[in-house]
């Protein structure tokens, strides 16, 4: 019914820049602009953690303390997709990278209880 896949991860030098890609598709998606967007991500043995979320018109928008000032999140309701700028990346910010989507209205990083997910990019930062 829905999905939604990333693109964009790869290995990057500390203080470069990635830019995340995710795609939303398929009959759920035809309302695209009904859906909250957000990234999490989850670094190896660690639990998942918010990153950034962008509200259905993208006039508001919420970032995690620890990237707030090197990334930013947009969308493009046309053609269903939601973008991350990372930019002064650093080895902490190493990790899977996952898009998400819902319906309900964002209630804070801590709320990971989101309809959709993608299976995620890999985003490895070397110093």
């Known amino acids: 019914q829905g999905q939604l896949r990333e693109s964009g991860g790869g290995l990057v030098q500390a203080g470069g820049s990635l830019r995340l890609s995710c795609a939303a598709s398929?009959?759920?998606?035809?309302?695209?602009?009904?859906?909250?967007m957000a990234w999490f991500r989850q670094a190896p043995g660690n639990e998942r953690r918010f990153v950034a979320h962008?509200?259905?018109?993208?006039?508001?928008?919420a970032y995690a303390d620890s990237v707030k000032g090197r990334f930013t999140v947009s969308r493009d309701n046309a053609k269903n997709t939601v973008t991350l700028q990372m930019n002064s990346l650093n080895p902490e910010d190493t990790a899977v990278y996952y898009c998400?989507?819902?319906?309900?209205?964002?209630?804070?990083?801590?709320?990971?209880?989101?309809?959709?997910w993608g299976l995620g990019t890999q985003v490895t930062v070397s110093s």
């Open positions: 962008i509200s259905r018109d993208g006039d508001s928008t």
């Open positions: 398929g009959r759920t998606f035809d309302n695209y602009n009904m859906y909250n």
């Open positions: 998400a989507a819902r319906l309900a209205p964002f209630l804070g990083g801590y709320d990971q209880r989101y309809d959709y």
